[in-house]
């Protein structure tokens, strides 16, 4: 598997709301960061589904390398 590109080494603070679903890019090539625009056609990467629970603000991945899925978990400290 190919690395993905590391589009910044921070999260994404995004404002959701209950109920909406959201496509993570896992590939870094989308020009929507930090969602899926469909550049990883052809490669490896699919997008990852996230349904928001609640109303609030939520940190997406920046660096692609999150363990835990979209959300990131600190793995940019480690780039």
Known sequence: MNDPVI??????PVDVKEGQKLFW?????S???PF????????????????AEADRTL???GCKHS????LCDGSHNAL
Do not use: I, L
């Open 59 to 61: 940190y997406f991945c």
């Open 7 to 12: 589009v910044q080494k921070a999260p994404f």
């Open 36 to 51: 899926c625009d469909g550049s990883h056609q052809g490669s490896e990467f699919v997008p990852v589904a996230y349904e």
């Open 25 to 29: 890019c896992s590939c870094g090539k």
């Open 67 to 70: 363990k835990s899925g979209a």
């Open 31 to 33: 020009q929507r960061q």
